[in-house]
């Protein structure tokens, strides 16, 4: 069964850097499209970013992130990163990574009834 275990996260200053990792166990993450999440206080999980599997590369960023936020994977480690740049307080959240469990696996797409096997959830805050 694929599970996806989180790293990264944290505390740091608006303008700050920092680097999430979803890695796998169990299965490899090469035939999934990955997708990241986060879900703030009060409010609904929503998709950040995506990459299709390894054979497509192609990528999506929820327009709040774009610009800041760069999704990469790299498949001898079976993981996938999330690098933040540029951060905000409104990027305050809890993130999650996920695989593609259904519908087109290997496709990208922040649809989150698509998604399952979902890490365990890291604190990203965003403060001075």
């Known amino acids: 069964q694929l599970q996806l275990v989180q790293s990264g996260g944290g505390l740091v200053q608006p303008g700050g850097s920092l680097r999430l990792s979803c890695a796998a166990s169990?299965?490899?993450?090469?035939?999934?499209?990955i997708g990241w999440f986060r879900q703030a206080p009060g409010k609904e999980r929503e998709g950040v970013s995506c990459?299709?599997?390894?054979?497509?590369?192609?990528?999506k960023y929820a327009d709040s992130v774009k610009g800041r936020f760069t999704i990469s994977r790299d498949n001898a480690k079976n993981t996938v990163y999330l690098e933040m740049n540029s951060l905000k307080p409104e990027d305050t959240a809890i993130y999650y990574c996920?695989?593609?469990?259904?519908?087109?696996?290997?496709?990208?797409?922040?649809?989150?009834?698509?998604?399952?096997?979902w890490g365990q959830g890291t604190q990203v805050t965003v403060s001075s």
């Open positions: 996920a695989a593609k469990i259904r519908g087109l696996r290997t496709m990208c797409d922040m649809t989150r009834i698509f998604f399952g096997s």
């Open positions: 169990g299965y490899t993450l090469d035939y999934y499209a």
């Open positions: 990459i299709s599997s390894s054979g497509g590369g192609s990528t």
